[in-house]
């Protein structure tokens, strides 16, 4: 007998062995661990919050979406979930995964409910360090929208600033880390999508 547990634990597994496997030292992250809240950040390298496991399996569905331009993307003449890491102030690593690597640029595919009017800028920041970690020219954002299925590309904006958050964020999450103080919390509208909304806004 198969239970509706047992699906939850196949995709929690599938979560954190393919879509976010936590790094187990203080000195190397994962890039988008440095472009989220650090506090959020923190408390999931803490396990002090869990992420909910409806939300786990739609993570993983958008995983789904990258399984599909892998397999199916008529343009072979590129590389797939390329890996690769970069040091940032000497002394932090930060890992990436690119979805897509072309000559001259990276390609990230998100999955969104919407598509937006500009890319985003955690996203932005995200594919930033791609650039950085895969010595590439430009960065490219695919949102491909839940709701209706449009597709939309959009060119990232790849300015250095990105990089001086990222080596900020990575010296607050060391100290923290290293600490076990929780670093402030810096709230924005993706709050909305944190379970950590009730204690940080009472
Ligand atoms: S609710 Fe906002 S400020 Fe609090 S941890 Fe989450 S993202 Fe950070």
């Given amino acids: 007998m198969i239970y509706v ?5 196949a995709f929690k597994r599938y979560y954190y062995s393919e879509v976010f496997p936590i790094p187990d030292r203080p000195d190397v992250f994962h890039v988008t661990e440095l ?3 650090p506090l959020k950040t923190y408390l999931i390298r803490k396990h002090l919050l869990p992420i909910s496991l409806d939300k786990m399996v739609i993570l993983c569905l958008g995983r789904a979406v990258h399984e599909v331009i892998e397999k199916y993307l008529p343009i072979r ?3 797939f979930e390329v890996e690769g890491k970069t040091t940032l102030n000497g002394r932090f690593t930060v890992i990436g995964r690119a979805d897509i ?3 001259y640029a990276v390609y990230d595919i998100k999955t969104v409910n919407k598509i937006p009017d500009k890319p985003f800028e955690h996203h932005e920041m995200q594919v ?3 650039t ?5 020219q430009q960065a490219h954002i695919i949102y491909i929208a839940k709701d209706k299925g449009k597709i939309a590309i959009f060119r990232a904006n790849t300015d250095e600033k990105y990089v001086r958050e990222a080596e900020r964020n990575a010296e607050i999450l060391y100290d923290a880390l290293t600490s ?13 999508y944190c379970e950590n909304q009730l204690y940080c806004w009472g």
């Avoid at 547990?5 to 634990?9: G, M, N, T």
């Avoid at 950085?132 to 590439?136: G, M, S």
């Avoid at 076990?180 to 909305?192: D, E, G, H, Q």
């Fill in 128 to 130: 930033t360090l791609y």
């Fill in 5 to 9: 547990d047992d699906i939850y634990e």
């Fill in 180 to 192: 076990n103080t929780p670093p402030k919390p810096v709230r924005s509208w993706r709050c909305n």
């Fill in 77 to 79: 003449e590129v590389g």
């Fill in 35 to 37: 472009c989220d809240c």
């Fill in 132 to 136: 950085r970690i895969f010595d590439k």
């Fill in 101 to 103: 690597l072309t000559d």
